[in-house]
């Protein structure tokens, strides 16, 4: 299997761990960029609840994923659809500059 067919996983947070997981790939981002994503991605499972994964497709662009254990009644779907949108939104120059640097650095262009 191609390391291409499947995304990259940048970083990920579980409300369920209490855990923040960045990518070894990417110890080279500075460390304010590294706080900044996982303030953003704690504070976010702090609020819908369930796992929060930010990942790179194939043409480097950065997927927002959520999951919950199926079992979760406090994960809020509607809610987690919102804020995802809030923080495209609100960080939109943080997530460019990690599309670039995921461009540059690992795809090569």
């Known amino acids: 299997m191609d390391m291409f067919d499947e995304n990259i996983v940048l970083c990920a947070a579980s409300a369920y761990e209490k855990k923040f997981y960045l990518n070894e790939e990417f110890t080279k981002l500075p460390e304010d960029i ?4 996982k303030i953003m991605c704690v504070l976010f499972t ?15 662009t950065l997927l927002f994923k959520t999951e919950c254990d199926e079992g979760d009644i406090l994960y809020d779907d509607i809610a987690c659809g919102m804020l995802i949108k809030k923080l495209q939104y609100e960080k939109q120059e943080l997530l460019e500059s990690l599309e670039m640097f995921y461009k540059v650095f690992f795809i090569g262009e």
């Open 46 to 60: 702090e609020e819908v609840g369930g796992i929060l994964t930010l990942e790179y497709d194939e043409e480097g």
């Open 34 to 37: 590294k706080n900044e994503l």
